[in-house]
């Protein structure tokens, strides 16, 4: 069950949250199982935190704001 407020705003946006809402994950990880090219990734990351969908729980790893 998606728990998210935030509607995402791309498919990209999309891959990520379905892949963080199964288990928090290294930025690493994300860009292997997206196939999304590593700088998108990150935009797409930054604009995700600044949104309240997602946080960073370790080191450069991000799991999903449950509200």
Do not use: W
Request: charged share 30%.
């Amino acid at each position: 069950v998606n728990t998210l407020k935030y509607k995402p705003q791309s498919p990209e946006e999309q891959k990520i949250i379905d892949l963080l809402l199964q288990e928090d994950r290294h930025i690493d990880e994300i860009v292997r199982l997206t196939g999304i090219p590593t700088p998108q990734v990150f935009s797409l990351i930054t604009m995700l935190e600044l949104n309240g969908a997602i946080k960073e729980v370790g080191e450069k790893c991000y799991g999903i704001v449950r509200k």
